[in-house]
């Protein structure tokens, strides 16, 4: 198989490809048994999706499979244990077993941590005393919108700290069937100024589902921010080129902006190749031209983007296409964690080689970032004091809204890669111990979560 194919696919339809496809792309691409039979196993406990332009236009398939777009989409070996893997492939084989099979892989699932940084415990909202479905709440001035038809993508990352909602299992997903309870929440909660509209991909939905989850929100007053979470430029740009209804969708964006309100759209760009393509960068012409501001943002992954110059060239990239780079994030503790984390000494070394390149105006980019129990910590470097060496951190958001801002540091460990990892500094002020150290319980101030109506 030639390196990548170039230009664009002359039929754009969309068309999904997983597991029971596996075989077909194998012969077209020339994966070999082993990567087929890993990729069968891991796909059993992890989401496997990909589609054509994917498999045609971001993967290099001369270099499978260190490429880092097939590291990206495909599962990959040592992504789960190896004797879970090999048990996986074991019960896979013998239809009498599948039973014991789909108890296994729940085992398996259970074990990685699907909700992280206690997002079913504490991040979902109540109304009137009862637990409102398809929302999440954190922070003060945001809420989570899970649209229930919105909970697939494109193509799965393999890193994906959402895998939980496309594994098929009802207890795992957040999921709204529509807004009217979204609605009556953000009535009750004028303090909420954004809607983060996420998934999934909401821009998996036709432009009139899409359109039957927003138009309701501009008749919120108190709503000024419409965020749209999506990889869709990435996986599929045909959304907003080519696709039936992509004048629709892009029709509907320019609804929202006239309205008076920011559209806010939160691409999720994790390798500068996804930016390379002529469709890809039609299609962010195309949503810009609605008046919606493009912000960027990814994880930094082992195998995939733990380089300085990968980073520099991509938020190069996005600058060029008047995007605005936001944030390079930590991996989360969740699913195959151990093959993608990066530790936080590395992390701060390659956000700071990568930084120190950029132009003025890309330097909106901020990094890198845990998503945390607490909130958002940023580790701002490393500094040796005649105390020690430390991590300097700080709370770019935060459950508590006083904390937000507030710099703390922890004791420097080349092994770490998650908040959990780190020993605080003794001196560190109380309340940002308790915060990070008791958990959400402590930082998430009383009554926040169910405030009474407003007059």
């Not at 077993?97 to 206690?118: D, F």
Request: glycine residues 6%; hydrophobic residues 40%.
């Amino acid at each position: 198989m030639s390196a990548m194919a170039t230009g664009v696919l002359e039929a754009s339809r969309f068309r999904a490809q997983g597991p029971h496809q596996l075989d077909d792309i194998a012969n077209r691409y020339g994966l070999s048994a082993d990567i087929r039979d890993t990729v069968r196993a891991v796909s059993r406990v992890l989401p496997f999706r990909v589609n054509d332009y994917v498999l045609s236009e971001l993967i290099d398939w001369d270099r499978v499979p260190d490429d880092p777009m097939f590291q990206l989409v495909f599962p990959q070996p040592g992504m789960l244990p190896r004797a879970d893997e090999l048990l996986l492939a074991e019960l896979g084989g013998d239809r009498a077993r599948r039973r014991e099979l789909a108890t296994v892989v729940r085992g398996i699932q259970e074990r990685l941590n699907p909700h992280p940084s206690g997002q079913r415990e504490l991040n979902v909202p109540t109304l009137d005393g009862d637990q409102v479905p398809g929302l999440q709440h954190k922070y003060r001035e945001t809420v989570l919108y899970f649209p229930s038809q919105g909970q697939s993508c494109h193509s799965y990352c393999t890193y994906c700290f959402r895998w939980a909602q496309f594994v098929g299992d009802a207890d795992l997903r957040f999921a709204a069937s529509g807004p009217d309870h979204l609605v009556a929440y953000l009535r009750r909660h004028p303090e909420v100024t954004d809607v983060l509209i996420t998934g999934g991909d909401p821009m998996v939905m036709s432009a009139e589902r899409l359109r039957t989850h927003i138009e309701p929100l501009l008749g919120v007053e108190t709503l000024r921010t419409i965020r749209i979470g999506t990889k869709s430029i990435a996986y599929w740009p045909h959304r907003y080129v080519d696709d039936q209804d992509a004048d629709d969708v892009l029709r509907l964006f320019e609804r929202v902006v006239a309205s008076g309100r920011q559209l806010a759209f939160m691409a999720h760009f994790s390798h500068p190749r996804e930016l390379a393509t002529d469709i890809a960068r039609r299609a962010m012409r195309h949503v810009r031209a609605t008046g919606a501001v493009i912000y960027c943002q990814a994880p930094l992954i082992a195998h995939v983007n733990d380089r300085a110059s990968v980073w520099a060239q991509m938020w190069r990239a996005e600058l060029a296409q008047g995007a605005v780079p936001y944030y390079m994030f930590v991996e989360r503790d969740t699913g195959p964690y151990d093959y993608f984390k990066v530790p936080l000494a590395k992390a701060a070394n390659i956000f700071q080689d990568a930084y120190r390149t950029l132009p003025g105006l890309a330097r909106t980019v901020r990094g890198p970032v845990m998503s945390a129990t607490p909130g958002k910590v940023i580790v701002d470097g490393v500094a040796d004091t005649p105390q020690g060496r430390f991590f300097q951190l700080r709370l770019l958001q935060a459950r508590d809204p006083a904390l937000v801002g507030r710099p703390f540091r922890a004791f420097h460990d080349p092994r770490a890669s998650w908040l959990s990892d780190l020993a605080l500094d003794p001196a560190a002020p109380v309340d940002i111990a308790a915060a990070v150290q008791g958990g959400a319980t402590t930082a998430f101030p009383a009554g926040h979560r169910d405030l009474p109506e407003t007059p």
